[in-house]
């Protein structure tokens, strides 16, 4: 009788290191490797340091107990400097190595960021704001500025109008997965029909999820299957606030995750500008249905609206403010700017000091822990300083993304692209318009010192007006629509 075995279950290691790897954790042990071997780094230096001040002086002098130790003391030097090297590379390569498995592209547009967040962190941020979590955060951050938020109730018409856009709006996310299945008609159109986008390189997927594949390996080693759990797209319906604040013309987009734990935020202020700004029209009157010589005649007919009915102009510019958010929310950006600002840089500048002040121990223990504690509140200071402006460009490169996806959304949605780029073109960059959140983007305006608007451009390498950089952006990217469908 032949010998039988089963199959050996074979598994790649990659992806288990990666799942391990992507969190904030990673990161943390890598800082902590950083102060244990920092820790030591000194001492290892004035030892080597002395050792071979001893060597040197059995040379020149050739005292007899100094030349009898000297290949001791090389040894010792070698065995200090690999004892050196590990501990300067070990958390060099641990915090790559967790930079690297936290790469990935943003879907749409192929950009590389990092997320170091495991995606059970963002299960339980997502958690956090789902369902009525949302609501309290926004309030709270809208209570910050202002006072408590005035909130426009469900019966008025203008959330009605905001509500039902963002619906039609979100109908058309679905098809970002699936373009090329669903619109192979995209080269069909006419010039004079609403442009359709090519499909995108990198469709709208789950986020990769690589700790799935740990949880796999752990259920085989025990003879288990391990369903799939898919990272699933946080996506529609999404919650929605209208708040009642005529000096605010814009609107801001926050959270991540399922059951209306992302959501936008319009003020009021923004739905008076588009009904005044196509005033002659706004106040048009639904269309009449004929009327018989008896209702005419005892003056029974229909009653005028209540309210302004909003054109089809007026719906377009109120649909590329709220695709703009919307896309920040598809891309996922709060996630990533979290991930940037309140983990990487931190953890960045907090190794960086640590650095600093460990090679600069020798020369600060003569004057006392005051040096010290100094540094390590520099290090504080500037994490701080550092991780702003890290948001600031962070989110003027998101701004340019949300840009192009929102040309998409509202392209399948079925308004016209076209109109969009000529909307940013006549917004202006006041107070009022201002960009990111309610409260950052009038500090960043009306900021008065050159050098803190100037700095960030250079960060980023531009040195145009982010505003106009945008519409160049937008305008080249249905530009290279039109170069695709007149090549295909």
Same mark, same amino acid.
């Given at each position: ?59 020149? /002098? ?35 190595? *967790? ?61 009605? $109008?905001?509500?039902?856009? %963002? ?115 706004? *106040? ?9 010589? %008896? ?33 920040? %929310?598809?891309?996922?950006? /709060? ?17 960086? *000091? ?69 909307? $940013? ?29 100037? %700095?960030?451009?250079? $960060? ?20 290279? $629509? ?7």
């Amino acid at each position: 009788r032949a010998f039988h075995s089963t199959r050996r279950n074979e598994m790649n290691p990659i992806p288990i290191l990666v799942g391990l790897l992507k969190s904030s954790t990673a990161l943390e042990v890598a800082r902590m490797a950083a102060r244990v071997g920092l820790t030591f780094v000194p001492v290892i230096l004035l030892h080597n340091m002395r050792s071979k001040k001893l060597i040197r002086i059995a040379d020149e /002098h050739k005292i007899p107990h100094l030349v009898e130790k000297k290949e001791d003391m090389l040894q010792s030097i070698r065995r200090q400097t690999i004892l050196f090297h590990i501990l300067i590379f070990i958390p060099i390569i641990i915090f790559w190595a *967790t930079i690297i498995a936290s790469l990935e592209r943003t879907p749409l547009t192929g950009r590389w960021r990092i997320i170091l967040l495991s995606p059970e962190e963002e299960e339980d941020i997502a958690a956090q704001l789902a369902g009525p979590g949302w609501y309290r955060a926004v309030g709270e951050i809208l209570s910050c500025t202002d006072g408590p938020p005035n909130i426009i109730p469900p019966t008025d018409w203008r959330l009605q $109008w905001v509500r039902d856009t %963002l619906r039609r709006l979100e109908a058309a996310i679905p098809v970002l997965a699936r373009e090329a299945e669903l619109c192979p008609h995209w080269m069909d159109v006419g010039p004079d029909d609403i442009p359709l986008p090519p499909p995108a390189d990198y469709p709208l997927r789950p986020r990769p999820r690589a700790s799935d594949q740990l949880r796999r390996f752990a259920e085989m080693t025990c003879a288990r299957t391990c369903p799939p759990a898919p990272h699933v797209i946080a996506g529609p319906p999404y919650s929605l606030l209208v708040i009642d604040k005529p000096d605010a013309s814009n609107a801001f987009s926050y959270g991540f995750g399922p059951d209306g734990g992302g959501g936008i935020v319009v003020f009021s202020g923004f739905l008076d500008d588009v009904l005044s700004r196509h005033c002659g029209t706004s *106040t048009a009157t639904e269309q009449q249905e004929p009327q018989s010589w %008896l209702a005419r005649l005892f003056g029974l007919g229909p009653r005028a609206p209540p309210h302004p009915v909003p054109t089809e102009q007026q719906t377009a510019e109120l649909a590329t403010l709220l695709a703009h958010e919307l896309a920040h %929310l598809v891309l996922s950006h /709060h996630i990533e700017t979290l991930s940037s600002g309140s983990i990487v840089w931190p953890s960045v500048l907090s190794i960086v *000091t640590d650095a600093v002040r460990a090679f600069l121990f020798p020369l600060t223990m003569l004057f006392g822990p005051f040096i010290n504690d100094a540094l390590a509140g520099v290090g504080k200071v500037g994490a701080g300083e550092f991780s702003q402006l890290s948001e600031y460009c962070t989110s003027q490169k998101q701004e340019v993304e949300a840009d192009i996806v929102s040309a998409r959304i509202l392209a399948h949605a079925g308004f016209d692209p076209r109109d969009a780029a000529r909307f $940013w073109e006549e917004r202006q960059d006041t107070p009022k318009t201002a960009e990111c959140s309610p409260g950052r983007a009038e500090e960043t305006v009306e900021r008065p010192s050159a050098l803190a608007s100037l %700095l960030p451009r250079k $960060w980023m390498g531009e040195t145009h007006p982010v505003h106009q950089v945008r519409v160049e952006k937008l305008r080249a990217e249905l530009e290279r $629509w039109e170069k695709e469908r007149e090549a295909a």
